[in-house]
């Protein structure tokens, strides 16, 4: 293995852990290429922790797991997945393939949801018509965002995914919250029995992920428990970046309290008990919000950040080396906080730190990460937990013992989705 190789493992495993919408087709330029096992993740690092679909492939790899982990949640099928993984069998890295593979199953499936429509199977073609959604989700992945068929592709997506949730979610509704910058889409789901004086939580997503990603991910585990989900697309993500073309901001608390107003104002919403909640990159907008926005009764980080330009800083390196390690293409940092190259979003990119800020987060907080985390450390959220002003703070890291230790503990999305559902249930004491 070569120094550099070394360098990049030992930042990975601190301490001793080593009509029908075309196929999008995704522009090479900018993509990880194929690597070997040792350029991609530590042996050690993974030895009995996760599932591996593609065992020289990181990147592919991480998403294979998060789209296994949503089945219970029918977010997916495993049959369905593993027919598009043999599909891609031997061409990992090729990002073409990728895109047509699961293009073609999101067809695939949006015709057998079509099918049962018309035999008056409700149900059936409801879940299917989600999962249709999920993996046309997929197949724009690694398109790159100056191809229209990106846009195209995740536009294709709404109707049919909100046709099927809306069929097995009474009450489920599409909303939009005021921002200055336009409004923000977002999903409303209301608590499985609601009194008409229920708690809410805001859930923000992360990188590359959407509104329709974090309500399977979550926002259905807090419905059971008697909490309202608003599940948001902000600024760089989802339909607010992709068809609305708002990028990130650090201040991110701008967005934190447009969504703090939605739902104050909502009939049924206990105004005393709205929590701010989000995944992967969230990890930083969560607590940043936290820190000022006060109104919030509490905070919950799915995966921590503490330096998120350090973390690309080291992110970088992996990827222009050929490397796998990695939650998204490189090109996905500019595209997300609306600059035109690396050079100029890592830049912007310094903003995004919570050194000074965490400081001043007064509500309760829980901080959650994988101990394996293989593209964000965990010293990360040890060093969150350490700056962060609240009295009435937790840190959970899972481990493999737990049952998931990746990244947001997405190799065991069941177990951790109900750890986080049960936090804020005791939190808000809904008992449900």
Not at 100 to 124: N, Y
Not at 125 to 148: G, K, L, M, S
Request: charged share 25%; net charge negative; glycine share 10%.
């Amino acid at each position: 293995m070569n120094l550099k190789v070394k360098m990049i493992c030992a930042w990975i495993c601190p301490a001793s852990r080593p009509k029908r919408p075309k196929s999008p087709r995704a522009q090479r330029s900018g993509q990880p290429r194929r690597a070997k096992e040792e350029n991609s993740m530590s042996t050690e690092t993974i030895a009995g922790s996760w599932f591996r679909y593609f065992p020289e492939h990181y990147l592919w790899s991480q998403i294979m797991s998060a789209l296994i982990n949503i089945a219970p949640m029918g977010g997916s099928n495993f049959h369905e997945i593993d027919q598009v993984g043999k599909r891609l069998a031997g061409k990992e890295g090729d990002t073409g393939a990728w895109g047509e593979s699961w293009a073609w199953m999101a067809d695939k499936t949006l015709a057998l949801a079509e099918a049962e429509d018309k035999k008056g199977h409700a149900r059936t073609a409801a879940a299917a018509y989600v999962r249709c959604a999920i993996y046309r989700f997929n197949a724009e992945r690694f398109v790159h965002p100056d191809n229209p068929e990106k846009a195209d592709s995740y536009r294709a997506l709404l109707p049919h995914y909100e046709k099927g949730i809306k069929r097995q979610v009474p009450g489920f509704e599409r909303v939009e919250v005021p921002y200055e910058e336009g409004p923000l889409p977002a999903y409303w789901l209301p608590p499985l029995h609601p009194t008409g004086n229920d708690p809410a939580v805001a859930f923000f997503d992360g990188l590359d992920a959407s509104k329709e990603i974090t309500v399977l991910w979550g926002g259905l585990a807090l419905r059971e428990r008697g909490i309202g989900v608003l599940c948001i697309d902000g600024p760089g993500q989802g339909e607010a970046l992709r068809l609305r073309n708002i990028p990130s901001r650090h201040d991110y608390e701008a967005a934190g309290t447009a969504a703090f107003d939605y739902l104050d104002a909502r009939e049924g919403v206990d105004s005393a008990r709205i929590g701010i909640m989000a995944m992967s990159f969230g990890g930083y907008y969560a607590p940043r919000i936290a820190a000022f926005e006060h109104r919030y009764a509490a905070c919950l980080a799915w995966g921590a950040h503490f330096d998120y330009h350090e973390v690309w800083v080291h992110r970088r390196k992996v990827l222009e080396a050929g490397g796998t390690v990695s939650s998204s293409a490189i090109w996905q940092l500019p595209w997300v906080l609306g600059k035109p190259d690396m050079d100029s979003a890592m830049e912007k990119c310094a903003l995004y730190t919570l050194e000074g800020i965490a400081e001043k987060i007064r509500m309760p907080i829980c901080i959650t990460h994988g101990h394996d985390d293989n593209i964000v450390p965990v010293e990360m959220a040890h060093r969150l937990y350490a700056a962060c002003g609240s009295e009435d703070k937790e840190l959970k890291i899972f481990t493999v013992e737990d049952g998931g230790s990746q990244h947001c503990v997405n190799d065991n999305l069941p177990m951790v989705r109900g750890w986080i559902g049960d936090w804020w249930m005791d939190r808000f004491g809904t008992g449900g």
